[in-house]
């Protein structure tokens, strides 16, 4: 089975949204880092208000590159 790699990735601050490219079509992952108690990084797809902003932006990046394909 290939390896199958995001289209593109971006980040802001914690929060990081994938491209994925289907076969007619992109898919969004949005996700938010955080560390847990251990100190070790992990990923969640709950988002807090503060991080709403970067939210966007990455979002809009992921637009823009869509639209640029």
């Known amino acids: 089975m290939a390896d199958k ?3 593109a ?4 601050g914690l929060v990081t949204a994938t491209v994925w490219r289907n076969e007619n079509s992109h898919s969004i992952v949005l996700r938010r880092s955080y560390k847990d108690d251990r ?3 992990k990923e969640s797809d709950q988002l807090f208000a503060a991080d709403l902003l970067n939210a966007a932006k990455v979002l809009q990046r992921c637009e ?3 639209a640029n394909q």
């Not at 990735?9 to 802001?12: N, P, V």
């Open 5 to 7: 790699r995001p289209d």
């Open 9 to 12: 990735k971006f980040r802001i």
């Open 39 to 41: 100190g070790e990084w």
């Open 64 to 66: 823009d590159y869509i």
